[in-house]
């Protein structure tokens, strides 16, 4: 069995920073995982990509400049820096992984207050 365990998530005042971590455990290493990124879905919207690392990185354009998404394959974890938060920004972020198939964590909460 595999697990991807968020955590990080909480309450932050607009301008502020959170980090969030993503733990691989289980019956697959984390270098059998080819992509490892991070989702977010919004009370009524449907969820979407915010960064992803595979061989390079990418980000939603919504993103871009604010957060940075790493991977330390030591220690089996993916991260997901995020700087400068906005309102908009709250959501349960989802860490992904794919290797022969997808894996989802369970999500943890943002929440940025104006």
């Known amino acids: 069995q595999v697990q991807l365990v968020e955590s990080g998530g909480g309450l932050v005042q607009a301008g502020g920073s959170l980090r969030l971590s993503c733990a691989v455990s289980?019956?697959?290493?984390?270098?059998?995982?080819?992509?490892m990124g991070w989702y977010r879905q919004a009370p009524g919207k449907q969820r979407e990509l915010v960064a992803v690392v595979t061989s390079g990185v990418h980000y939603a354009d919504s993103v871009k400049g604010r957060f940075t998404i790493s991977r330390d394959n030591a220690k089996s974890t993916v991260y997901l820096q995020m700087n400068s938060l906005k309102p908009e920004d709250t959501a349960v972020y989802y860490c992904?992984?794919?290797?022969?198939?997808?894996?989802w964590g369970q999500g943890t909460q943002v929440t940025v207050s104006s």
């Open positions: 289980g019956s697959i290493s984390i270098f059998s995982i080819n992509e």
């Open positions: 992904n992984g794919v290797a022969s198939r997808v894996y």
